[in-house]
């Protein structure tokens, strides 16, 4: 069974630009979280989703954002981005709702503003 | 505020020994708590997890220990080996309708050999 996919591995912007990640999800999850790590600031919720909802939202601009579509894949948008929005962009998946349901990570996306 | 925490940020500890990671937290509602492993440029990797109705759980090579009382969690990896070197965070998970992970800063585990 394949483990969370996340595209692109690596890339880098210039300050101002915009980017779209991606993430597709274990067969059969359909609960999506996006993560931001940072070194200064560690692994910070960005948001969740089920069902094409968003059901949670962490502590981030506007200019964070994301979508799930039907088949649960889901993608995340950073817009006019910032030198400071460099970062590992993590997705999890999980089977659905509901705490205590095992929360599976992906390799991340590296995202290198300059 | 409401915090999850690791003791140590580093750890060194000689191959074939067991390791103890320590993790602590703040809020009382906090009930169910996973470990995960990380490496170097991977995401973390799910490694054990437990409720809070429990006190003890063991994986293979791994137990973690949850002491609600001083609101203190454990991760111990027995018999050490050069691939257990990663960073290692606790996370806690609330029944509160907020499904959001909440990590710790992380412990770097580095085995030597």
């Known amino acids: ?114 | 505020g409401e915090s999850v925490g690791l003791h140590l940020p580093t750890l060194s500890v000689q191959e074939g020994d067991n390791s103890i990671i320590n993790c602590a937290y703040s809020n009382s509602a906090s009930d169910y708590f996973i470990w995960y492993k990380q490496e170097s440029g991977k995401g973390p990797q799910f490694i054990i997890d437990i409720r809070s109705n429990m006190d003890k759980r063991q994986g293979q090579r791994v137990t973690v220990l949850l002491n609600k009382t001083v609101k203190h969690l454990s991760l111990q990896i027995a018999a050490t080996q050069p691939g257990d070197s990663a960073v290692y965070f606790c996370a806690e998970n609330r029944r509160e309708g907020n499904e959001k992970l909440t990590f710790g800063t992380g412990t770097r585990l580095t085995i030597i050999p």
């Open chain 1, 1 to 114: 069974k394949a483990g969370v996919t996340q595209t692109p591995r690596y890339l880098i912007k210039t300050r101002g630009q915009q980017v779209t990640l991606s993430c597709s999800p274990i067969s059969g999850h359909r609960s999506v979280s996006w993560y931001q790590q940072t070194p200064g600031q560690g692994l910070q919720f960005l948001f969740e989703y089920f069902s094409e909802t968003q059901r949670n939202k962490g502590n981030f601009p506007g200019r964070f954002s994301g979508r799930q579509f039907s088949n649960s894949r889901s993608e995340m948008n950073v817009s006019t981005l910032e030198l400071g929005d460099s970062a590992l962009y993590l997705c999890a998946s999980k089977i659905g709702t509901g705490y205590g349901n095992t929360i599976y990570f992906g390799e991340g996306s590296w995202l290198t503003v300059v």
